[in-house]
Nanobody, 126 residues
Framework: QSQLVESGGGLVQPGGSLRLSCATSGFPFVNYLIGWFRQAPGKKREGVALITATTDQTYADSVKGRFTISRDNAKKTVYLEMNSLKPEDTAVYYC????????????????????WGQGTQVTVSS
């Protein structure tokens, strides 16, 4: 059974940092594209960052320069390092996995992902 489990969320002050983890099992992680999405209250879910099987990365404009996505194939885990957090980053963060394609992926399309985690809450507030 395929599974993605997010962790590392919490309450942080503006300007602070958090590192989210997405631990996976049940599918060939090394061949999969992993994405981070988020959904704020009353808003649609949006893509934040993704990393392909070849470690090519794409970021939403709103997080470029502040967030970094990485993967550890040995641990079957993806990380999202979030720095300089802003109140508008407050959301439930989800990781998702789908078969990787050849070449880079520059758009966030939910239909590319077949497995989803349950999400972890990130709240940025003073």
């Amino acid at each position: 059974q395929s599974q993605l489990v997010e962790s590392g969320g919490g309450l942080v002050q503006p300007g602070g940092s958090l590192r989210l983890s997405c631990a996976t099992s049940g599918f060939p992680f090394v061949n999969y594209l992993i994405g981070w999405f988020r959904q704020a209250p009353g808003k649609k879910r949006e893509g934040v960052a993704l990393i392909t099987a070849t470690t090519d990365q794409t970021y939403a404009d709103s997080v470029k320069g502040r967030f970094t996505i990485s993967r550890d194939n040995a641990k079957k885990t993806v990380y999202l390092e979030m720095n300089s957090l802003k109140p508008e980053d407050t959301a439930v963060y989800y990781c998702a996995a789908g078969p990787s394609t050849n070449g880079p992926v520059r758009v966030f399309l939910e239909r590319m992902y077949i497995y989803w985690g349950q999400g972890t809450q990130v709240t940025v507030s003073s």
